[in-house]
C-alpha cells in the first residue's frame, strides 16, 4: 500500500545521471532497502548533473526516467522521481532537498552517496546545509580506502554535526560509461535489466546495436518452431553473401533474423498490423495477402529492435523485389531464395551464380518466380515484374 507524505519518516533519496541504468544500480537500492529499512526511497535522476558533462548524444532527462521506471520496477518501496526534470539549470542535491523537506515536512531524509562522492563532498553546492540536515549513507566497498572514509566521516561529524552512516556494499563492477561501450558493440544484455536493454535497443539509444544472440532469441518466439530452421539459414547465407559481395554482415545477419517474423500471422492480424502502422495495401497486397508480412515485418522490426532504414528496406523488398535495390536488398532477396533448407525446383539454378553474379542471380530467381505464379494462374506482382525489367536493362547495359 502506497503510504501517505505523512507517513513517510524515514526517506532515502538516491540521486544520479542513470545513463544508462543497470544492475548495479538495482544491487545497492537492495541493499539501502535493506540497510536502511527506509519507508520510502525515490530514486531521482538528474537533470542537468552538477558535475559533469553529459555525454553528446545522451538520451534526454525523460528517456533515463523511463529507463529508471524500468530498472527499479518491482522494488517494494522504491518510487521514481521526476523531481529533478521539472527544474530548470542544474540538478543540485541542495534544492531537491529543500521541496522535499516542504513536500515531506517529517521525514528524515538521508543521500545515498558513493565512497568518491563522500571525499569529495566538499565541492557540492551548500554541502554544509546538506551534511547538517540530512543523514549521509555511505555505500562503502570493503577494500575501499577505509582510513580516508573513517577521518572525512569524522571531520564532518566534528565541523558540521553531520550523521554520517557506513553501509558495507560491494558494488557489481560495471560502470555506465563502459556499459554505453558495450551497447555499441553488440554486448551489455548481462549487465542490465532485459526491460532495459529492450527499450535501449527499441531507440538505438547511445548507438546502442543488438547482440544477435538476443535478436535471435526474440525472432524465434515470434515464429513457428518450423519457420525457425528457414531464418537461420537465411541469417547465414545473408551474412556469407554479404562478406562475400562487400556488405556489412552485420546488418545482414539482423534483417535475415527478422525478415518473416510476421509470417505466420493470419490475414486479419496483418490487417490489425497495417492499421496500427499506417500501411496502406496495394492492390497485389489486397489479392496476396502472404505479400503483407513484408511490410508488417518491417514496420515491426523497426518498432520492436529500432532496424536503421537499410534493414528496413531490405526486410520491406525481400518477397517482390523492385527496381534500383541496394546491395543489403539483393542479398536479403537472394538469402531468402537460396537458403539451405531452400529445396524446389529452380533453386539450384540461382544458387550456382549467387556467389559469381548477384545481378544474374536475382534475375534468375525473379523469372522463375513470375513464372511459378503465372502457371498458378494469376498474375505477376507489379514490383516484381518492374524489378525484372530494372534487372534485364543492368544486365543489357553490361553487355554493351
Ligand atoms: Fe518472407
Ligand atoms: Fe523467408
Not at 37 to 46: E, F, K, N, R
Not at 60 to 69: N, Q
Not at 229 to 256: F, I, K, R, Y
Amino acid at each position: 500500500m502506497k503510504k501517505s507524505e505523512a507517513d513517510i519518516k524515514n526517506l532515502v533519496i538516491y540521486g544520479g545521471s542513470f545513463n544508462p541504468p543497470h544492475l548495479g544500480h538495482r544491487e545497492a537500492v537492495h541493499t539501502a532497502l535493506e540497510e536502511l529499512q527506509p519507508d520510502l526511497l525515490l530514486v531521482i535522476p538528474d537533470c542537468e548533473p552538477p558535475h559533469k558533462q553529459m555525454e553528446t548524444g545522451s538520451p534526454s532527462p525523460e528517456e533515463r526516467l523511463r529507463l529508471c521506471e524500468l530498472n527499479f520496477a518491482g522494488l517494494d518501496g522504491v518510487q521514481i522521481s521526476d523531481l529533478e526534470l521539472r527544474r530548470t539549470g542544474k540538478s543540485y542535491s541542495y534544492d531537491t532537498v529543500l521541496q522535499l523537506q516542504e513536500i515531506y515536512p517529517d521525514a528524515r531524509l538521508t543521500l545515498m552517496i558513493g565512497t568518491d562522492m563522500l571525499l569529495s563532498f566538499e565541492e557540492w553546492y551548500h554541502f554544509e546545509y546538506l551534511l547538517q540536515h540530512c543523514t549521509i549513507a555511505v555505500l562503502a566497498r570493503e577494500l575501499d580506502d577505509e582510513d580516508a572514509l573513517r577521518q572525512t566521516a569524522e571531520q564532518f561529524q566534528n565541523q558540521y554535526g553531520a550523521d554520517i552512516c557506513l553501509v558495507q556494499h560491494t558494488p557489481l563492477p560495471m560502470s555506465s560509461t563502459d556499459i554505453r561501450g558495450r551497447l555499441r558493440a553488440r554486448g551489455g544484455t548481462d549487465l542490465l535489466q532485459e526491460d532495459v536493454y529492450r527499450e535501449i535497443i527499441r531507440k538505438r539509444l547511445y548507438g546502442a546495436q543488438p547482440e544477435l544472440r538476443w535478436l535471435r532469441e526474440q525472432a524465434y518466439t515470434m515464429i513457428s518452431a518450423k519457420r525457425i530452421a528457414h531464418v537461420a539459414g537465411c541469417e547465414t547465407e545473408a551474412v556469407s553473401l554479404a562478406m562475400h559481395w562487400g556488405e556489412d554482415p552485420e546488418a545482414a545477419a539482423e534483417a535475415g533474423i527478422l525478415h518473416d517474423i510476421t509470417k505466420g500471422l493470419s490475414y486479419k492480424e496483418q490487417l490489425k498490423l497495417c492499421e496500427k502502422y499506417d500501411i496502406i495495401c496495394d492492390t497485389d497486397e489486397l489479392k496476396a495477402p502472404k505479400l503483407l508480412h513484408a511490410r508488417t515485418g518491417a514496420a515491426m522490426a523497426r518498432d520492436l529492435f529500432g532496424i536503421p532504414d537499410a534493414v528496413y528496406e531490405a526486410i520491406r523488398w525481400h518477397t517482390t523485389g523492385k527496381p534500383d535495390m541496394t546491395l543489403l536488398e539483393k542479398i536479403i532477396y537472394i538469402a531468402d531464395y537460396i537458403e539451405p533448407t531452400r529445396d524446389f525446383p529452380g533453386v539450384e539454378a540461382v544458387r550456382a551464380i549467387a556467389y559469381t553474379d548477384l545481378d544474374a542471380a536475382m534475375l534468375t530467381g525473379l523469372r522463375q518466380t513470375i513464372e511459378e505464379i503465372r502457371e498458378g494462374g494469376t498474375e505477376p506482382y507489379i514490383d516484381t515484374l518492374n524489378a525484372c525489367q530494372w534487372l534485364e536493362a543492368r544486365m543489357n547495359e553490361r553487355r554493351q
